[in-house]
């Protein structure tokens, strides 16, 4: 996950992935 930095549009269609 966010730590402690600002995720990008990429990062955060990883994460959703990974979800």
């Known amino acids: 996950m966010a ?3 600002v ?3 990429e990062d ?3 994460e ?3 979800w």
């Open 3 to 5: 730590n402690g930095r």
């Open 7 to 9: 995720m990008s549009a």
């Open 12 to 14: 955060l269609r990883q």
């Open 16 to 18: 959703i992935k990974t």
